[in-house]
T-cell receptor, first 114, second 113 residues
């Protein structure tokens, strides 16, 4: 069964550094999402992306965050200047069509900011 | 977003059925009821969804109350692998661009051998 893959599985970065988290969504999917989960807390929506543009973003997704689909397969989340509070699991998800289709999640990247 | 209420935790014995309840008294007529689960150290995983009628798939069954103000996810024979956090989420079927999932705290299901 096709799956969403995320790399790396664990990223350790110094505070203030830029980090790029990578995702390969399922190949025929058109809608892409990033979520995060701080340890012990709820899964939180960050951003959704369709047709090469952001369709919705949360308050968490400020100017320090950006997303990109640089080619036909990758979907990336960049944090420009990381803060300690960015430490979390980051999950990528994709869905074939938007409306009420199941979202397929990767196993996440654990981001640790030192 | 319409809210859902789930018990914090439940416990089940292996190979017995599990009924996970969800209340959504403010559900609108255009909301689908979705269930996801999150196994330890993994991303959320889609389980099932429905609108009005009961639904079955290979993972579970979804029983929806006639007034749609509550629903129950049914695992017919719990296994140790079903120990996870189960989330009941409402999604508006009208939203055009692929609506986000709004996760609550969910129900922690523990399965005893």
């Amino acid at each position: 069964e096709p799956e969403v893959t995320q790399t790396p599985s664990h990223q350790v970065t110094q505070m203030g550094q830029e980090v790029i988290l990578r995702c390969v969504p399922i190949s025929n999917h058109l809608y892409f999402y990033w979520y995060r989960q701080i340890l012990g807390q709820k899964v939180e929506f960050l951003v959704s992306f369709y047709n090469n543009e952001i369709s919705e973003k949360s308050e968490i997704f400020d100017d320090q965050f950006s997303v990109e689909r640089p080619d036909g397969s990758n979907f990336t989340l960049k944090i420009r200047s990381t803060k300690l509070e960015d430490s979390a699991m980051y999950f990528c998800a994709s869905t074939e069509q938007g409306r009420n289709q199941p979202q397929h999640f990767g196993d996440g990247t654990r981001l640790s900011i030192l | 977003d319409a809210k859902t209420t789930q018990p914090n935790s439940m416990e089940s014995n292996e190979e017995e059925p599990v009924h996970l309840p969800c209340n959504h008294s403010t559900i609108s007529g255009t909301d689908y009821i979705h269930w996801y689960r999150q196994l330890p150290s993994q991303g959320p995983e889609y389980v099932i969804h429905g609108l009005t009628s009961n639904v079955n798939n290979r993972m579970a069954s979804l029983a929806i109350a006639e007034d749609r103000k509550s629903s129950t996810l049914i695992l017919h024979r719990a296994t140790l692998r079903d120990a996870a956090v189960y989330y009941c989420i409402l999604r508006d079927r009208i939203t055009e661009y692929g609506n986000k999932l709004v996760f609550g705290a969910g129900t922690i299901l523990r399965v005893k051998s």
